[in-house]
């Protein structure tokens, strides 16, 4: 790897650019997505990384009412929906990496009240932070399926990771797929280790580059 003595600089007016095109996003309409060959996948929109425990942070809460709104749209309209929650035995090898979290059999692996009261969507819970290796989603992927529209968070770990993996599956059966991302619906931590603002940016220019799209909003 090798920075340029313009690094700085550099990095400053690309940021720049992308703050700029992501706020210029249009939204999408969800009546303009067929129901027979959508998916929409909440990721990890659950206690252990909102509302309590080690991972969780208020910042992400912001996307909960999205969501919510989103999945109760997606439940009247008839579109398949899927919610992973994370959730880990107490010697998780995740904890390597991370502090404790979302222990399975706690409340901080379970969805969010706002989207739990509503309903209608399949629960796969998930020992990773890429839930794209769980059995159960696999056996989601019906031969008509091509359009997922992915929510949830951390942006540049858990939705990153999954957009990537389900893209790449797809490619490498040599199948052409949708995968969107409305930007009020998904968020990051922050922390002194793990600039929020930053992460955000990165995760939207790396999945973009890898053919994801994003929109401004589902309405």
Known sequence: ??????????????????????????????????????????VDIINGFINEGAMSD???GSIIEPNAALLRKCKDAGIAAAAFADCHKENAAEFVSFPPHCIEGTSESEIVEELSRTGGYTLIPKNSTNGFHEQAFRELLTPGTDTFIVTGDCTDICVLQFCLSLKTYFTSRNRTVKIIIPISCVETYDADYHGSDFANIAAYKLLKDSGIEFVKEIV
């Open 58 to 60: 208020k910042r992400i």
């Open 1 to 42: 790897m090798i920075f340029t003595d313009n690094f700085s600089e550099r990095i400053k007016n690309e940021t720049e650019k992308l703050k700029t095109e992501i706020e210029s996003l249009p939204a999408a309409e969800l009546s303009s997505f067929k129901k027979e060959n959508t998916l929409v996948v909440f």
